[in-house]
């Protein structure tokens, strides 16, 4: 029996639903404990590529029971569709089961988001869209609804009420946006909680059982290391804690259960969205990177921005995250560059050399990355399936990525198929 959690090193997209479809075919019970539907996991298995936003990624596996836990925020109307859409594909929700504590995303906080994001202007944090900051704000201010509020309709009827009267006063007389149809709301919302309440099941229970009963639990990170509300680039983060100990608050167990945290990074780094980005190319290598690599949004299409592999953020998140091991995904994606840069250090305005990774903005900025340069490799590796097989630069270039993040990299992701990956013992 082992307790596993995969985790987000960098901005996001770093491949973690590739790493999770692996380890949940060897999981009994795969988790999601925060985020919502901005999370975009792709799996690519026999040859089929499903995109999943809420659904762990557990699904793909028959017999995995997969849980939404209290930590999680739940568009209802988004969830049905990827659940009438996977079902289409022949996969079954049979063990799906949705903690009763888990906030539900209204249509007031999509048009809240929007509006929010549209009166900051050029200063917008360039969020997804699907209302994850307005409804994390309800569940802390104490006025949220919940998945058990959704599935019985006379509750649902009054807190919706309450709550969409005060959301439409601010819609339209703070942002002089539009008032939404609140009965109209009601009535569709009912309905997905009907739909939805078959799910309803106690995860911090069903987890704690699991683990009672020794078995494989894996725990389904989404966002990443610096979209961390804490620790991550703030204000341009997401609204959760996407961090190895948000799993146990979003799950509801203790954090003795875990025995790895596996951290996921690309060979590079990207981000979708806006803030700082010390080892950003915006240069035809970084275009050469972002179409080598198909780097654009799976939520939104927004091309990713992209760059050099960034050990001072990697190093960040082992500290953080506690990782226990690393999988470094895409190093095919490199392949056909003379050179490749790895950040190892910044480089203060006033000269002096850092190896953390500031605390605030204000001390990130004008730092200027400190690289260390790497032969190229043109050699296709996507066939390879062990570390011997990689070509020596290859080989040389993860051994130094594991000293410089002080973590050893147990696997290498060299495409994007479920099988495209180098184990290391
Ligand atoms: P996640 O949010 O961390 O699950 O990552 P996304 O699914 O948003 O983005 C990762 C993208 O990279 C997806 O299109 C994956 O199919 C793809 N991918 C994952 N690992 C590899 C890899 O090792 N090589 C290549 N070429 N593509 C990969
Ligand atoms: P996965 O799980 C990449 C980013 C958004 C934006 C910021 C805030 O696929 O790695 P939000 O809508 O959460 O308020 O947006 O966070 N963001 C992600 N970027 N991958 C994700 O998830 C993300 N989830 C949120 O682009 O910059
Ligand atoms: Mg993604």
Redesign the pocket.
Known sequence: MAANIVI?TQW???????A?DLLASRADVVIRAQGGNN????V?ADGE?Y?LHLIPSGILHKDTLCLIGAGVVIDPKDLIGEIEALSERGLSFEHLRIDPRAHITMPWHIALDGLSEKFRGNKDIGTTHRGIGPAYMDKYERSGIRFYDLTHPEIFREKAKTAGELKNAIITKVFGGEALDLDAIIEEYTEYGRKLAPYIGDVSVLTYEAVKAKKDILFEG?QATLLDIDFGTYPYVTSSHPLSAGVCIGSGVGPMVIDNIYG?AKAYTTRVGKGPFPTELEDETGDYIRNK??EFG?ITGRPRRTGWFDSVIVRHAVRVNGLSVLMI?????LAGLDKLKVCTAYKKPDGTVIKDFPPVLEELEGCEPVYEEFEGFTEDISSCRRFEELPEVCRKYISRLEELCECKVGMI????GRE?IIERS
């Not at 996001?12 to 590739?18: L, R, T």
């Not at 995904?329 to 994606?333: E, S, Y």
Request: glycine share 30%.
């Open positions: 987000g996001g997209d770093e491949g973690k639903g590739k999770i999370a975009g996991h792709t690519v590529t995109k989404a996921v690599g198909g799976t995904n895409k190093l095919d994606t992701g060299v495409g994007p495209q």
